[in-house]
């Protein structure tokens, strides 16, 4: 190869990563938008963010130089930024982590994204990044793949559901009249409601707000996601609760067979150190 054919490839391969620096930077912007701005209320931008990353983890699979060279890049950056990271981190998780390092994003949602997006990439669903926002949304958000893929661990639905089969055996705590909920009752007799309230100098709670899970009028609007977060919450709580309970009964009962050993070595009379002696001449 001469030096021109060198010197070429060479420019290519730095114009790449140039170009793949300002795109990834770009999203990084684009999701500080998002945050300051949207953040929780818009899963549809989050959706798109989603993407925008999948698309430059697209452009580097079938580009092995672009690979090389931004998987690198990433790594500087992020030890830079001193996030935390894998042994052998993937593209994905890379991308990801460089995008929402400044935010305030913890890192069980970071984590989350790349189950996600890794998920995207192994679906048969997902053939471009414009596809990505589709595979999210079609399975309910991205703590719903998340759950899906995580071992032992229920999707939000159903925490929310066996929150609503455990809240109706709890005693109740106290009973409150809105009217509010009075002039619905026909159509939301036994659902659930989120009652926002304040709590007084006098230690009682003051009912500002209701959130309905449904309702039967077009002024209002309803806050499914606030109910069966509070519903998931029950079951959460309780699940965690099970747990405490087992713990210490495991730790009782080895308590207690601890105390039986104790209790079965035998004694060498009271403490007293026997030394048996064998007189001269006893035979």
């Given at each position: 190869?001469?030096?021109?054919?060198?010197?070429?490839?060479?420019?290519?391969?730095?114009?790449?990563?140039?170009?793949?620096?300002?795109?990834?930077?770009?999203?990084?912007?684009?999701?500080?938008?998002w945050q300051q701005t949207l953040f929780t209320d818009s899963n549809e931008e989050l959706y798109r963010l989603l993407g925008k990353i999948y698309e430059?983890?697209?452009?580097?699979?079938?580009?092995?130089?672009?690979?090389?060279?931004?998987?690198?890049?990433?790594?500087?950056?992020?030890?830079?930024?001193?996030?935390?990271?894998?042994?052998?981190?993937?593209?994905?998780?890379?991308?990801?982590?460089?995008?929402?390092?400044?935010?305030?994003?913890?890192?069980?949602?970071?984590?989350?994204?790349?189950?996600?997006?890794?998920?995207?990439?192994?679906?048969?669903?997902?053939?471009?990044?414009?596809?990505?926002?589709?595979?999210?949304?079609?399975?309910?958000?991205?703590?719903?793949?998340?759950?899906?893929?995580?071992?032992?661990?229920?999707?939000?639905?159903?925490?929310?559901?066996?929150?609503?089969?455990?809240?109706?055996?709890?005693?109740?705590?106290?009973?409150?009249?809105?009217?509010?909920?009075?002039?619905?009752?026909?159509?939301?007799?036994?659902?659930?409601?989120?009652?926002?309230?304040?709590?007084?100098?006098?230690?009682?709670?003051?009912?500002?707000?209701?959130?309905?899970?449904?309702?039967?009028?077009?002024?209002?609007?309803?806050?499914?996601?606030?109910?069966?977060?509070?519903?998931?919450?029950?079951?959460?709580?309780?699940?965690?609760?099970?747990?405490?309970?087992?713990?210490?009964?495991?730790?009782?009962?080895?308590?207690?067979?601890?105390?039986?050993?104790?209790?079965?070595?035998?004694?060498?009379?009271?403490?007293?150190?026997?030394?048996?002696?064998?007189?001269?001449?006893?035979?």
């Amino acid at each position: 190869m001469t030096d021109t054919n060198t010197n070429t490839t060479t420019d290519v391969a730095e114009e790449q990563l140039a170009n793949f620096k300002d795109r990834v930077n770009t999203i990084a912007q684009e999701r500080e938008t998002w945050q300051q701005t949207l953040f929780t209320d818009s899963n549809e931008e989050l959706y798109r963010l989603l993407g925008k990353i999948y698309e430059q983890y697209e452009h580097t699979r079938n580009n092995d130089s672009l690979a090389e060279n931004s998987l690198d890049w990433l790594m500087a950056e992020c030890e830079r930024k001193q996030l935390k990271l894998t042994k052998k981190p993937t593209h994905l998780q890379l991308l990801v982590k460089y995008v929402f390092a400044d935010g305030s994003v913890d890192s069980r949602r970071i984590s989350s994204y790349v189950r996600v997006l890794t998920a995207a990439a192994l679906s048969y669903e997902v053939q471009t990044a414009s596809q990505v926002a589709e595979f999210v949304r079609s399975r309910a958000g991205v703590e719903e793949v998340r759950a899906a893929l995580a071992k032992n661990t229920l999707a939000p639905r159903e925490r929310a559901e066996r929150g609503r089969e455990l809240a109706v055996q709890y005693p109740t705590l106290a009973s409150v009249e809105v009217d509010d909920v009075k002039q619905h009752l026909t159509s939301m007799q036994d659902d659930y409601v989120v009652l926002l309230g304040r709590v007084n100098t006098q230690g009682t709670v003051e009912v500002k707000h209701v959130c309905f899970n449904s309702i039967d009028s077009k002024k209002v609007l309803t806050c499914a996601t606030a109910i069966k977060a509070a519903l998931s919450y029950v079951y959460s709580n309780h699940q965690k609760q099970q747990k405490a309970v087992q713990a210490k009964l495991a730790s009782e009962k080895q308590s207690e067979s601890v105390s039986e050993d104790i209790a079965n070595t035998p004694a060498a009379n009271d403490g007293e150190v026997v030394i048996d002696v064998e007189l001269e001449g006893s035979n």
